[in-house]
């Protein structure tokens, strides 16, 4: 049994070596590092790192390019090795904030984003608005982007008029349903920020018209015209239609359901009033 022990040994300090012959600078571990291997690589100059959750891991993974291995792994010959590791530019450690900072790693590309704040509430909250904010900006690069504040929504509302000129009855009545609808975003931004709605709503139109420009909108600032797509205010495009489309999805589930009561009422027999209190 000792001289297996003895055996076990030499194996796994002729496993260590080869640490530094691979070129490896950073090691990452779920569990514990023994005394002796922390030893090993504290002298070699190799930072590691232990108990990392698996789902750390398996990001730095992506991130790095590197493959996950056991213990055991290590048996493997030199070159069977190197398809194990990862490569990064750099690797900062924050003391202050206990944190590791991996740089441009040979993988996928990954971007951690800190928050933080006094109350486990404005944190949560904080959280919320910047996922809200990638899935944003995801949804620009992925689908494009359309002038923002308001400007899109302005422009499709006139196109919108023309389109129920050609229409009648019901259906011209739909459409300026939903150019009404378009407008209330605009509306809303100009109200808050204190200035008359009709008014600015009426100099970008004819603005729009002039210019043959959807981007012309409102500086909520300073209540004068400007050119959103210049100014860098846009919204994703994938986000504009798909409120739009979620918008128009309610509206004709609303006007199904008041379909379905008013065929239930019949005129011809009046509710009885009878006993009630």
Request: aromatic share 6%; charged share 30%; net charge negative.
């Amino acid at each position: 049994g000792f001289q297996y022990y003895l055996q076990a040994r030499a194996n796994y300090e002729e496993n260590l070596r080869k640490i530094p012959e691979l070129g490896v600078k950073m090691i990452v571990a779920d569990r514990g590092i023994d005394d002796m291997a922390e030893e090993f690589l504290t002298d070699a100059g190799i930072m590691a790192v232990q108990r990392v959750s698996s789902r750390e891991i398996e990001k730095l993974c992506q991130h790095t390019a590197a493959r996950k291995i056991k213990r055991n792994g290590l048996n493997r010959d030199l070159d069977s090795l190197k398809g194990y590791l990862g490569k990064a530019r750099m690797v900062k450690v924050d003391e202050k904030l206990q944190h590791i900072y991996v740089y441009d790693g040979g993988g996928e590309s990954w971007t951690t984003v800190l928050i933080g704040a006094a109350t486990e509430e404005v944190v949560e909250e904080r959280e919320r608005m910047a996922k809200d904010a990638a899935a944003a900006v995801q949804a620009a690069v992925q689908g494009g982007v359309v002038p923002g504040g308001g400007a899109t929504e302005v422009w499709l509302a006139a196109h919108m008029e023309e389109v129920s000129r050609e229409l009648e009855g019901m259906a011209s009545f739909g459409v300026n349903c939903v150019k009404e609808a378009l407008l209330k975003p605009f509306s809303c931004l100009i109200s808050n920020a204190g200035f008359n709605p009709l008014e600015k709503l009426g100099d970008v139109v004819v603005a729009q018209r002039k210019n043959g420009s959807d981007s012309i909108g409102i500086d909520c600032e300073k209540g004068k015209l400007m050119d959103m797509m210049r100014q860098g205010i846009v919204d994703p495009t994938p986000v504009k239609i798909h409120a739009i489309k979620a918008a128009g999805e309610v509206a004709v589930a609303i006007l199904r359901i008041n379909t379905i009561i008013k065929m239930k009422n019949d005129p011809e027999q009046p509710e009885s009033t009878e006993n009630w209190d």
